[in-house]
Every structure is written in C-alpha cells, then in structure tokens.
C-alpha cells in the first residue's frame, strides 16, 4: 500500500466516485478502481459499495478513510517542513553581538526578521569580540553582529550592514552642550572615559585616528564598566565618552549628546556580519539576506 493509494480512496470517498475522483487527481478511472481494489484486497475488506449511481464508504471504509486522512495530512505536514527547513524558512540561527549594540539597528533588524519569518528560532548571545568569533570558528553561533569594515575578521566571510552616527556624551553643563554639532578639534585637551568592553577598544581606535596628533593630546581613561556607567561617570563630570547613536536613548543621566563631525560631515559607524565560510544551516542565508535587505 503507497501513499497514491491512500490519495485515490480519500478522494473517492469525498467525491462519491472513482470517475469524479480519477478527474480531481488527473488519472484515468480505470486506474483508480485498480488501486482501491489492491487496498482491499490486501486489507480483505470491502471500503466501497459500488452502483451505477457511484460509490459508497461501507462503514470499515469510513473508519479507514479518517486514517487515510490522518496520514496523508501527516506525511503533507512533513514535506512542507522539510522543504522550509530547505529553504531557510524553519529552523534555528543564534546570533552573537556586543551587549552595547542591543539596541538600535540590530534590534530593528531582529524584529523585522522575525516577524518575517516566525518558523525561525533566533537564540541571542552577548560576547565580546574575542568570544563571538571564537564562537562563529567553532560553529556554536552561526552569525556575529560586530563594528567595523569587511574584511576586519581574515578567517571569516563578513557583510557590510548599517551604518551609525557617533556621538559624544557630554556632561549638561559642558560649554559644548550648547552646540548643536560638535567638530573633532573641539574635542582637543578633553578627558575621554571609554569602557574595555566591546566596542569600546574600537572607539578607543576612531579617537586617536581624529585626534593623534601631539598637540591634540587626549587624555583616555578605560574603565571596566558598562556604557550605562561610563555614562553615569560622564553626567557626574568625571570626563566625556564617545557613544554609539543607539546610546541617544538612554536618559536620565545628566548626559547630553552630540553628533560629531569632521570636514566631511558627520562621523559614521560601520557593523558588519560576520561567518564561519563553511557553515551550512540554511537559515544563515535567509538571515543575510533580511539584514542586507535593511542595510
């Protein structure tokens, strides 16, 4: 007994006729009568009473027709699955990024993707860059959510995402608060409070390539602190931070901030995705695709 066998007799059943049902399957009737008959020749039971008016379920063709029903939707249900899971439209894909990146782009971009694609179950980790590539090399996360430009991890395949406005957090009493915009060299002889947590080393790295020069003389002090606290340090008047823009909505702290510009216009952060090349989970594509739809 295959699967075409039980097909033909739920059609048949629902029907009232192997002609009506052989014309719903497109196949020939004769062929219909056959194969129910090899059903109940191997069950040793009748399933339908024929007549010239069509054919009835006897009543073991009506307790067998529900199991038909039962699996056939079943193996319906199976295929469909599979064929998602195929397709990167069911499964699993656990992303890492900085826990100061929970917010902004990233959670727009997660939001949007997941309610596209609801099947997909997306498992978050916060890690510092060491551990999210550690992580994306040894395959137990699928996708990391870093700042910086292409090619940053030499191991890894990376995709330009968004991009970010930078920030300065200052104190609100700071002179500089009363400006709008606040240019690089504005900045000079000031005490920079920035966190060793990611991407705090980065940011670390975007300050001196805009004030490396010696008579610019930043003062950097790294804490081993949260953004919320290096923010917290700032509204005291202990120094000023640079931020990513998604800090903007943290208030309450006696933080103003600034958008920071050079000659060219306002200073920009660049995230990148990055991924193990041999990975193979088919939700890894369906995920790059969404987030360089976004970016």
């Not at 009543?59 to 990167?88: H, M, N, T």
């Not at 602190?225 to 202990?238: A, C, H, K």
Request: charged content about 25%; some cysteine.
């Amino acid at each position: 007994m295959e699967l075409r066998h039980l097909r033909y007799i739920i059609a048949s059943a629902r029907n009232g006729s192997f002609s009506a049902a052989a014309h719903e399957l497109n196949v020939r009737q004769p062929i219909v009568s056959k194969r129910i008959k090899e059903v109940e020749d191997e069950l040793g039971t009748q399933l339908f009473d024929r007549s010239t008016a069509g054919a009835r379920l006897t009543l073991a063709g009506e307790e067998f027709v529900i199991s038909c029903r039962r699996i056939v939707e079943d193996v319906e249900r199976l295929a469909e699955r599979a064929k998602a899971r195929s397709e990167g439209e069911l499964g699993r894909i656990v992303v890492g990024f900085y826990k100061s990146l929970s917010s902004g782009g990233l959670r727009a971009a997660l939001r949007s993707f997941r309610q596209r694609y609801p099947k997909i179950e997306v498992e978050l980790i916060e890690s510092p860059f060491i551990e999210l590539t550690a992580g994306v090399l040894a395959g137990t996360i699928d996708i990391a959510v870093i700042l910086g430009d292409a090619g940053k991890c030499e191991s890894l395949n990376s995709l330009a995402l968004w991009t970010e406005l930078l920030v300065v957090a200052l104190p609100e009493g700071h002179h500089l608060a009363e400006k709008s915009v606040v240019y690089w060299p504005e900045l000079k002889g000031e005490r920079f409070l920035i966190s060793h947590h990611d991407p705090g080393p980065d940011i670390r790295n975007i300050l001196l390539r805009h004030l490396a020069a010696p008579s610019d003389h930043p003062e950097i002090v790294m804490r081993h602190l949260s953004r919320e606290s290096i923010l917290l340090e700032v509204g005291s008047g202990q120094g000023i931070a640079l931020q990513c823009q998604s800090a903007v909505g943290l208030t309450s702290l006696g933080v103003a901030f600034r958008p920071l510009h050079d000659g060219n216009g306002a200073t920009r952060l660049g995230y990148i995705a990055c991924w193990r090349p041999e990975n193979t989970n088919p939700t890894l594509q369906t995920f790059l695709d969404a987030v360089e739809q976004r970016g």
